[in-house]
Every structure is written in C-alpha cells, then in structure tokens.
T-cell receptor
Framework: RKEVEQDPGPFNVPEGATVAFNCTYS??????FFWYRQDCRKEPKLLMS???SGNEDGRFTAQLNRASQYISLLIRDSKLSDSATYLC????????????FGTGTQLKVEL | GAGVSQSPSNKVTEKGKDVELRCDPISGHTALYWYRQSLGQGLEFLIY????????KSGLPSDRFSAERTGGSVSTLTIQRTQQEDSAVYLC??????????????????FGQGTRLTVV
C-alpha cells in the first residue's frame, strides 16, 4: 500500500461548483498534513496546512480524520483559476521531518 | 534570497555525460529535499537532508545519483553517466525541519522552480 494515495482524477466541474478531494495515508502515527497546489509546468506551492480540528481559508476547507486516516480538501464556488493538480502531503511519524507526497488529483474547472 | 533557488533552470546534456544541479535553500531551513517529476507524472522522492543527520537516500534510483549538502545549506545533486530516462524536472524544496503538532505551526516545504534536465 502506498504511503499516501489520491484519486488522480481528472475532476471536471463547472464554475461555481463545490468539489471535494480525499487522500488516504497508511501511517496512523503521521503528524503533519498539508495540501499543495501545482499548476501545469510549475513547482508545487503550499496551499494550506491541515489541522486536527479542521481549518478554513476562504473558499478552501481542509479536514483530517485520524480514525479513518484520511484528509480532505473542499473547494466552494470553484473558479477557473482553481484548475490545477492538488497534492496531498503527509509527514509520517518515524520519518524525521520528511514529507511524503501523493501523486495528485487533477481539477479542471470549466465555463 | 527570499525563496529556494535552483540552477541551472534548464540543462541539455548528451547521454553519458555527468551533470550537477544546484539548490540554494531558504536561509535557516534545516531540511532539504530533492524530488524529480517526469512529464505528467507525480513527484518522485530522491533524497532528504535534515540538519547534521545522515541523509535519507532511499529514493535515489541508482548509484549514478548522489547528493551532498555542504555546511547545512547549499545542496548539489550529481547524476553520472546520464541516460535518457533521467530526463525530468528536478525539484528542490526546503523547510524549517521542525515538526509541530496540530495548530502550533503547520510548516510545509517550499519549492524552487526546478531544473529541467533533458538528456539527448
């Protein structure tokens, strides 16, 4: 089983839609979780950290479910500019501070 | 500088030649990562440095690949006897390297713009 697994997509949604991505991780003792965004032919950029109690940043909401070992990202009122690949990132316990990246979920927001 | 700097931004080399890729992390970041990404593919972990600890080399694909980090700052990734399958974007990232729980500080890693390596 991969350490971090994501549905590769693509998710094709109309502008204004709400879309959610899930990501599962294998190490139950993992400590830190993040969502990154990667635009085509660009480097990944940190979108938001994921806290145990859930956190929101504008149209983006991240949640962590430790019992089921998954994290989620919800995007409300999606914009054309949200089209990108979203990478789930986990800091597994015992791995020092090394971050493990999922392969990403591709989102395409259409008119 | 303000961000992670990588050089060169593009490199075209002939098969069999050696190449060196450089990464200058954010000042004060103790953790440094190298990844590579082939066109349309996900990130592939190569190597991870954390302070003075022995690096995690578990992702290096062959003994043609090596990396060092001098003085806890600048890192160089060396690929010897390059092959066409080495063609990819090589990404470097750095982070504070401190693990914080929950809401204290969720510090992730910050990437450079990458070196696009093409082996012809």
């Amino acid at each position: 089983r991969k350490e971090v697994e994501q549905d590769p997509g693509p998710f094709n949604v109309p502008e204004g839609a709400t879309v959610a991505f899930n990501c599962t991780y294998s190490n139950s003792a993992s400590q830190s979780f993040f969502w990154y965004r990667q635009d085509c032919r660009k480097e990944p950029k940190l979108l938001m950290s994921v806290y145990s109690s859930g956190n929101e940043d504008g149209r983006f909401t991240a949640q962590l479910n430790r019992a089921s070992q998954y994290i989620s990202l919800l995007i409300r009122d999606s914009k054309l500019s949200d089209s990108a690949t979203y990478l789930c990132v986990v800091n597994p316990a015992g791995g020092g501070n090394k971050l493990t990246f999922g392969t990403g979920t591709q989102l395409k927001v259409e008119l | 500088g303000a961000g992670v700097s990588q050089s060169p931004s593009n490199k075209v080399t002939e098969k069999g030649k050696d190449v060196e890729l450089r990464c200058d992390p954010i000042s004060g970041h103790t953790a440094l990562y190298w990844y590579r990404q082939s066109l349309g593919q996900g990130l592939e972990f190569l190597i991870y440095f954390q302070g003075n600890s022995a690096p995690d080399k578990s992702g290096l694909p062959s003994d043609r690949f090596s990396a060092e980090r001098t003085g806890g700052s600048v890192s160089t990734l060396t690929i010897q006897r390059t092959q066409q399958e080495d063609s990819a974007v090589y990404l470097c990232a750095s982070s504070l390297g401190a693990v914080y729980r929950d809401r204290a500080l969720g510090i992730g890693a910050f990437f450079g713009q990458g070196t696009r390596l093409t082996v012809v």
